[in-house]
């Protein structure tokens, strides 16, 4: 009896197996941000199962995190077209349409998406994004219908409320953060954000607060910290501000921005030594500093007036006696 020829996307036994497997390691690679050795890995694969859908959408991901949104829609698209309506592939195909500037073309495979697979957050909270960004959506009322579906998915609404503050919607913005914060009470990222969302609106008692409950759960969140600085300098509390700003340098050392605002908070509350050993540090860090800390060092009641900068620059760069 004569063996049914083997399709395309239909490879024996054993060529399966394989396949698998090499999907499993172009995604680990992938994900480990190895890109190259994805390509190539991926590009085997094509070559040994032209037809499979999986290793088409495989190419897509790929080219998509190569930055190479026209090749990503083309391979969605085959992929598509041999197994119609997957959802994850449709993703693939919205999210490289949009990134190609065809935004017809992605709000179409993202609707798909979410009409195709009803319980998959991310097709339903980028499309509330999406819209938002072309300023077509009803946003109370697409933020209602997403609280009632998925109320416990709190790194999507996290996504999200970061998203709509990049575009200038503070108020849908604290929205997300409020049902990011209700889904999970612990994440220091979500009370961050709607620390930054309360400052965006110029709420910034509640800001304070806000970013003062992110550093509870995180004393390590040097954003969370730098910006508790920012909010507590512009209520004019200069010490909790220079408590700040040291908490972020010591979380990130690097922070060169910390160092200069620390030493401006301490001008002000009249510790020059102080202030000094945070400006010398800045310069260290990041030479650039030392134009806004020269014009700090004569801008406030407690100051130091150098009619030689270049003198005063050495002086900062000398190490301390």
Known sequence: MSRRP?????????????????????????????LDDAAATAARLRAAAPGDPAVI??????????????RALESARASLRRRPGHPPTLLLAAR????AGDENTAMAALREAAKTAPDLPEPAFLLCEWQAARDAAPLPAMLA??????PRQ?????GLGRALLRGGRAGPALAAFDHAISADPAA??????????LREAGRLQEAREALEAALDRDGAAWAAAFQLGLTCQDLGDE????????????????????????????????????????????VRLRPDTFARIAQAATASATGMLWLD???????LSAPAA
């Open 6 to 34: 083997t399709e395309p996307h239909e490879p024996p036994d054993g060529a399966a197996t394989d396949v698998a497997g090499g999907l499993q390691a172009a995604l680990d690679l992938l994900n480990a941000g190895r």
């Open 57 to 70: 959408q495989l190419d897509a991901a790929v080219a998509l995190r190569r930055n190479e949104p026209a």
């Open 96 to 99: 490289a349409a949009w990134a």
């Open 145 to 150: 219908a997403l609280a009632a579906r998925f």
């Open 154 to 158: 709190g790194a999507a609404w996290l």
């Open 188 to 197: 220091a990222a979500a009370h961050m954000g709607r620390g930054l969302a």
């Open 239 to 282: 010490r909790a501000a220079a408590e700040a700003y040291a908490a972020a340098l010591a979380a990130r050392p690097d922070l060169a921005e910390a160092a200069v605002n620390l030493g401006i908070a301490r001008q002000r509350l009249g510790d020059m030594d102080g202030a000094l050993a945070a400006y010398r540090e800045a």
């Open 309 to 315: 900068l270049e003198r005063f620059r050495r002086f």
